[in-house]
């Protein structure tokens, strides 16, 4: 018997079918070992040695293959095709070599693209040995992503509270979105106006000629500047004539696109089925790994993580002969249609991404499948489909016109198109159909060279000139693949790492870069700025496909890479915060200091007319404040300009809502360091109340902010003790209080509702599950305290993440991974609680 290796239990599961009792197959569950999220992992004084780490659930799932391979005769290692599914291999061989598990047992590499019976035993009887170049250049990969991330995000966290981290390929696909945003806030608008004649033929036939020359200079885009000047023109093309210069019918052949890459699936779900990149991914994974159709588990699509764009020589036969079978052997080209790979850094000869077998019709595999999958599938399934059809035979025809009048001239053009023949667009039903629809629009009638055309109307028609538009998921991924940034693999998980670090958010479909996502990207480009530079981020990438290649030494592309990286950021660790402010107060100008309605000094603090406004760093973030603080407390958040102008403009641009009812005082709207608030009154005493989580400035009246202000609100008397029960909104959320038993409300709207019946009810199951709770399992431990006393750990509490040491709890930073804490932020932690609440941080004695 021997053991087979593969990454999840639903790929062991069907695999096993298919191997039968000779063999058992076991998941790895994906990567079984990492590099431990603290200083250390990679160490580049002992030539990048590496250590890696093995947590509890994989630590298991080892000991079971360890203990499988007793009574096994050899190994299997059948993870996936790609550098990954390489390294998670060479990572569980490592392991069971270090177990002494293996012995002199045989160990085999298998690889196979889809999920079937077929591809699975053609693959267990051609195996090999892990690829050694493919693990290296998985190595470099990671020792550089730890590196960066490692030595650059703490050089932001001194430098830029509030920033969370910084990666490779995070930083550079983040400068993007930010350099589009940019480019967005400096575009100029201009108008622009365009021209067009409706004519008629002799035939009494009408179409549509436009604009083009004008006193025999042909007209751009932006030629016609006013209003007045396309009037005149007007007015010259209503009393002209017209005559047709020439008619040209000029074919033309429209070429299928090849199948699906990781990075083209991942645009064509987005703009066609509104899915995210990672949606995309889980939808795919599961496509991969197969449904059950008949009673047996089968892959419906080849594997999912490619940059390669051809098929395998069986699938083209299979692909050709449906065709024949689905659309006839008209739509049949004399031979296989083959693709090159376009993209700068294509990983290995994979295959594109098919259906894995052709006779599978979306109308067949629907019934088996869910929605979300029924629709990818339908995408995958025709596009492989059409890449071997026929090219669409379209006919283009140009007519050019003069126009004649008020002794000048003018020339228009008239183009149309139609599908003679529609060849690949046969597959897909619906552009099939919107190409009728958009040719019956641009079909022009019988028009003959020389004849005399008949003025039917003019039309003039104003124009602006739009910025270009935000990055969707789709067009942003298709811009870093172009430019040869990271991987199509991972350019889901880059995305999702942007939206998790509040870099970015999505509206509408689009990437919003957040004040904090411009800032970190203003730092680097100001400070770091060859290590955000696409060419350079694109090179290291080619270094590292010639490592898989053979081609070049990891450890020497690592050593070129730390000599210059580790000086730039030893240099950078000398910088004041000061020079830092200063840099990026110039580099963000737009977003900073936004231009004032009445044309002031957007610079100059609203509130006092003295000071300067600077941007400021705290605990939680940038701000923009009054460079006369203390004397001055006018602060706002990044991009607001502090002026509302208008009749509810009230004191210092803060938005008046009404007055309290009872008191007479104004309540307003207002924006500090931690975010908008309101305020009643004004001086110490004023009552205020940050906006809980969900509400938005735009959202909240008077009615809302009276409630918010009332906060405490009294529920009622508990029917037992008599004691007041009251709702509220804290640190952690709503929650009903009653003699020091706190309880979570499910909402924050329920604070305002909530009656005092159910608050009895939440009450009891909070008492009946008890107040105290056991200390929380150690996420990772830190190590001993230099004070000695014990180890510090990094745990996961009620409230969110914190570090422990003895009895001191430190709640870390918001946003700070736990994972990635080192013991030298905890030690600070530990000791600004420690002195905070008046404790002693440790038990042992203090060093002298």
Not at 10 to 20: Q, W
Not at 39 to 52: H, L
Not at 698 to 717: F, K
Not at 767 to 784: M, T
């Amino acid at each position: 018997m021997d053991v087979v290796i593969v990454e999840s239990p639903a790929k062991a599961k069907t695999i096993n079918k298919y191997l039968g009792k000779d063999f058992k197959v076991l998941a790895s569950f994906g990567h079984v070992r990492d590099l431990p999220a603290k200083d250390g992992s990679v160490r580049p004084d002992e030539d990048f040695a590496m250590s890696w780490a093995v947590d509890s659930p994989s630590a298991k799932r080892l000991s079971d293959i360890a203990k499988a391979m007793k009574d096994a005769d050899g190994l299997v290692l059948a993870t996936d095709p790609d550098r990954e599914g390489e390294a998670i291999s060479w990572h569980v061989l490592e392991v069971l070599r270090q177990k002494r598990a293996l012995k002199d047992k045989p160990v085999r590499r298998v690889v196979f693209n889809a999920i079937t019976k077929k591809a699975v035993l053609d693959a267990m009887a051609e195996p090999r040995e892990v690829d050694a170049s493919l693990v290296d250049a998985y190595l470099a990969r990671r020792a550089l992503d730890y590196l960066v991330g490692f030595t650059l995000s703490p050089v932001l966290w001194r430098k830029l509270p509030g920033a969370r981290s910084a990666g490779r390929v995070q930083s550079v696909a983040l400068r993007l979105v930010c350099d589009r945003e940019a480019e967005i806030e400096r575009f100029i608008r201009e108008d622009y106006w365009q021209i067009a004649a409706a004519l008629d033929t002799p035939r009494k036939d009408t179409f549509e000629a436009r604009l083009t020359v004008l006193d025999g200079k042909k007209l751009q885009k932006l030629d016609i500047k006013s209003q007045e000047e396309a009037d005149g023109i007007k007015a010259m093309l209503d009393g002209a004539s017209y005559k047709v210069l020439s008619v040209e019918a000029k074919p033309t052949r429209r070429n299928p696109g090849p199948p699906f890459t990781t990075s083209t699936l991942q645009q064509a779900a987005s703009s066609r089925l509104g899915f995210s990149a990672s949606r995309t991914m889980q939808v795919a994974q599961r496509l991969y790994e197969g449904v059950d159709i008949g009673g047996e588990t089968t892959g419906l699509i080849t594997y999912m993580r490619t940059d390669g764009v051809q098929m395998a020589p069986e699938a083209l036969d299979q692909a050709r002969a449906a065709v024949g079978k689905t659309f006839g052997d008209r739509y049949l080209p004399e031979k296989p249609r083959f693709y090159s790979v376009k993209a700068k850094n294509a990983q290995e000869a994979h295959e594109a991404i098919r259906p894995t077998d052709f006779s599978r019709t979306p109308d067949q595999v629907r019934k088996y499948v869910d929605a979300d999958q029924a629709r990818l599938y339908e995408m995958v399934w025709k596009r492989a489909i059409a890449s071997q059809m026929q090219a669409a035979e379209i006919e283009r025809t140009t007519v050019e016109i003069e126009a004649k009048g008020a002794g000048r001239t003018a020339g228009l053009r008239a183009v149309g198109s139609v599908i003679r023949f529609d060849g690949f667009l046969a597959a897909y039903s619906e552009i099939k159909e919107d190409d009728k629809e958009d040719e019956e629009n641009r079909r022009l009638p019988e028009i003959n060279s020389g004849e005399t055309l008949e003025r039917n109307k003019i039309d003039v028609t104003k124009h602006t000139t739009e910025p270009p538009p935000r990055y969707s998921e789709a067009s942003l991924i298709k811009k870093m693949e172009e430019l040869g940034i990271g991987r199509p693999s991972t350019y889901a998980a880059t995305l999702k790492t942007l939206e998790d670090r509040d870099y970015v958010t999505i509206d509408k479909r689009r990437l919003v870069p957040q004040a904090k996502g411009r800032i970190v990207t203003a730092f680097l480009e100001n400070f770091f700025r060859r290590y955000v530079e696409y060419d350079f981020t694109a090179d290291l990438e080619e270094k590292l496909d010639e490592i898989s290649d053979g081609r070049l030494s990891w450890k020497e592309v690592l050593r070129d890479f730390w000599q210059e990286f580790s000086r730039a950021v030893g240099d950078i660790k000398e910088l004041r915060v000061s020079d830092v402010l200063d840099a990026l107060n110039e580099e963000l100008a737009p977003l900073v200091f936004p231009p004032r309605e009445h044309d002031g000094d957007p610079r100059l603090c609203p509130k006092c007319g003295a000071g300067k406004l600077s941007l400021k760093l705290g605990r939680y973030g940038a701000f923009v404040g009054c460079s006369n603080y203390p004397e001055c407390d006018y602060t706002r958040q990044l991009g607001e300009n502090g002026e509302n102008g208008g009749a509810e403009a009230g004191v210092d641009g803060n938005k008046v809502l009404g007055a309290d009812p009872y008191t007479g005082e104004e309540i307003t709207l207002r924006s500090g360091r931690f975010g908008p608030y309101v305020q009643r009154g004004e001086g110490k005493e004023a009552k205020r109340a940050s906006l809980p989580k969900g509400w938005t400035p735009e959202s909240l009246d008077h009615e809302r902010a009276l409630a918010l202000l009332s906060l405490p609100r009294d529920v009622g008397p508990h029917p037992e003790t008599g004691k007041m029960i009251s709702a509220g909104i804290g640190r952690y959320g709503p929650f009903l209080l009653h003699d020091g038993t706190y309880a979570n409300l499910e909402s924050v709207e329920e604070v305002f509702s909530v009656g005092l019946n159910r608050a009895v009810s939440l009450l009891a199951e909070k008492r009946a599950k008890g107040n105290g709770r056991a200390k929380p399992a150690a996420l990772k431990e830190l190590g001993e305290h230099p004070d000695g006393g014990g180890v510090i750990t990094v745990r996961d509490g009620r409230y969110g993440p914190y570090v422990n040491f003895g009895k001191v709890n430190a709640t870390l930073p918001k946003g700070k991974d736990p994972m990635s804490v080192t013991k030298e932020e905890a030690l600070e932690l530990i000791a600004a609680k420690a002195a905070k609440g008046g404790k002693k941080p440790a038990r042992g004695k203090s060093r002298s």
